[in-house]
Each structure stands twice: as structure tokens, then as C-alpha cells.
């Protein structure tokens, strides 16, 4: 049109003309670098910023959002933007190419950059390690609480288990992330989220622009279930005031409660999580040190393996979205 300059018009041609070859966030980076940022129209640095916007949303709704290794944030105008180094390589254009993207069911591209932990079937999970304990006040009542739930013996979990998942995290976190149970890698390793779900939810985390050593993640019960069986009722009841205690230390602005028995377990419903999820609740007046506390129901990482459609995708992703506005973080 008339009021197109030359700028404008050249990034349209990257946006739309060379969509393939931006695919990939390094790539991005690479050609906001050949382009010189610092001396790009502001038409367009908007078009490659909206451009990475898109990627971002985009490659967590294909399963194949980028870990911490690959940045996704705006380029410095004081220092050249870095390639990363493990980015993966812009895919083919060609029709095959396009049909459907893979589940990312596998450690991410940059695997090198988070240490992976076998299991004993030989499995590698890209899982970053545990953050280190500070000696904050916080954490001080965390450990004490955490000590405490070592010494339980209120339910028959902890003799069949091989480690207490207390839980993990920033003290001062903003977003808890509330889960079920261990599994059987988090039984191994006395963490939550090692697993195949927990490299999932790893990386929506990192798509909302965090690490998890930024946000605090736990579970109901702090003891793996036999069989990976559903926690019973009396023995969900004993870890629930356990989890009660973490979030009153924690005080978080937000709380994701990931599948049925974590959004039952806290808000006191038996209202089903395809119903609740996207809607924000709060947490019930019941618990006056938690009474308001917003909580976000969402599909745990385990369903949505199971159940790998676009659809549960982007529910997961809006879901998320809402939360990172939220709290403040950019989308």
C-alpha cells in the first residue's frame, strides 16, 4: 500500500516469506543478529517480536518448546544477540515437513545443557538438578516441616516407599505448582517431576518464561502409592496438612493445581477438572492464611501425555497464559 515503507515491507518478507527459516527461536536470533537490531526500523522490530511471540506459543502447542538453553527474550540493543548453541536446525518446508508435529515425549534438543538422570529401565529424563537450599527464613520453617513429614507415620504409604517427595523450589516463588503424588522416578530420586511428566511440565515452564528454580513445585502426598495407584482418602488427608503448611510458608500469589486430586484435595470440590480448569478459583475461607489465594486448575502433565491432542494443548496453554498475566510475566 501506499504507506508501506521499504522496512515494513522487508519485514513482511521475513515474517511471511521466510516463516520456515524463523521456526526455530536460535534462527530468530541469528537473523535479528544479521539484521543488526540496533540499527532496525521500529516497524521492524515489532514484526520480529511479534514473530517470536508466535513461535513461542507455537512450539509449546507442538510440544516442541525450547529448554532453558535456547533464550526467547528480546535482543540487548547494547550487545549482539548470541546464537544458541544447541538450537535445533530449521526443519524442512516441504509438505511432509508441515503434517504433524511430534509429542515431545523425549528429552529436549538442548539435553546437553540439563543434566539428564537414568533411570533403572535406562531412561533419560531432562530434568535440571535440584535447586540449592538457601538459609532464607523461609526455607529454615520449609526444612523443619519437611523433617517432620519424614518422621509421619500416619498412613501406610511411607513403608512402601524408598523416598519422602517433600517438594522443591524457590521459597519466595510467586506460582506453586501442586501435583498428586510421586511417581516412580520421583520415588528414586526424592524429587517431584523427574519423570516423563515432569520433563513436560518442565518445559511449560520454561514457555512461560521461568525457570523451575524460580517457582516451587509439590505434591498432596509425599509418598509414591503402590503401583502408582490413586492416593486413598486417609492417606491423602495427613499429607494435605503437610502441603497446607508449604503454602502458608510460601504465601504464593498463585497456586496451579495439575488434575483432579490436587484441585479436590485444595479447593474442596469433588467438581471435575474438565469443568474447573481456566476458571479461576480461590482458595476456600476455611484456612484464613490462605483464604483468596488464587488457584488455577489445569490437566496434569501425565493426562496430557495420555491424551496428546492439540485441543488439551492449547487448553493447557491458555490456562498458563492466564496465570503468567496474571502474576506479571510476559507473553
Not at 537490531?37 to 513461535?55: G, K, N
Amino acid at each position: 500500500s501506499a504507506g508501506e515503507t521499504p522496512a515494513t515491507r522487508k519485514g513482511q518478507a521475513i515474517v511471511g516469506g521466510t516463516w520456515a527459516k524463523i521456526k526455530s527461536a536460535g534462527r530468530l536470533h541469528g537473523l535479528a543478529h544479521r539484521l543488526c537490531w540496533r540499527t532496525m526500523s521500529d516497524e521492524l522490530r515489532q514484526l520480529l517480536l511479534a514473530a517470536r511471540q508466535i513461535i513461542q506459543s507455537e512450539q509449546l502447542l507442538s510440544g516442541d518448546v525450547p529448554g532453558p538453553g535456547v533464550v526467547l527474550a528480546k535482543p540487548s540493543p547494547a550487545e549482539p544477540p548470541r546464537q544458541a548453541a544447541s538450537a535445533r536446525p530449521a526443519p524442512s518446508a516441504g509438505p511432509a515437513a508441515r503434517k504433524t508435529p511430534t509429542p515431545a515425549v523425549h528429552p529436549p534438543s538442548d539435553g546437553a545443557q540439563v543434566p539428564s538422570t537414568p533411570s533403572p529401565s535406562g531412561r533419560q529424563f531432562a530434568v535440571p538438578p535440584a535447586p540449592a537450599k538457601g538459609d532464607s527464613e523461609k526455607q529454615r520453617l520449609l526444612n523443619e516441616v519437611e523433617e517432620q513429614v519424614g518422621k509421619c507415620r500416619r498412613c501406610g504409604l511411607r513403608q512402601g516407599c524408598t523416598n519422602v517427595v517433600f517438594g522443591e523450589g524457590n521459597p519466595d516463588a510467586q506460582i506453586v505448582f501442586v501435583g498428586e503424588a510421586p511417581g516412580e522416578e520421583e520415588d528414586r530420586q526424592g524429587r517431584p517431576f523427574v519423570g516423563r511428566a515432569g520433563e513436560l511440565l518442565t518445559k511449560q515452564i520454561n514457555a512461560m518464561g521461568v525457570q523451575r528454580s524460580d517457582i516451587y513445585i509439590a505434591n498432596v502426598c509425599k509418598c509414591r502409592p503402590p503401583g502408582n495407584r490413586a492416593p486413598l482418602a486417609d492417606e491423602v488427608e495427613p499429607c494435605r496438612e503437610h502441603l497446607l503448611l508449604q503454602l502458608r510458608i510460601i504465601r504464593p500469589k498463585v497456586i496451579i493445581t495439575l488434575g483432579n486430586p490436587a484441585t479436590h484435595a485444595l479447593l474442596n470440590t469433588t467438581v471435575g477438572i474438565t469443568r474447573l480448569r481456566g476458571q479461576w478459583q480461590k482458595m476456600p475461607d476455611t484456612d484464613p492464611d490462605l483464604a483468596g489465594i488464587k488457584v488455577m486448575p489445569t490437566f496434569h502433565p501425565a493426562y496430557l501425555l495420555r491424551a496428546y491432542t492439540e485441543d488439551n494443548r492449547r487448553k493447557v496453554w491458555s490456562d498458563l497464559q492466564e496465570v503468567m498475566k496474571e502474576v506479571g510475566l510476559k507473553r
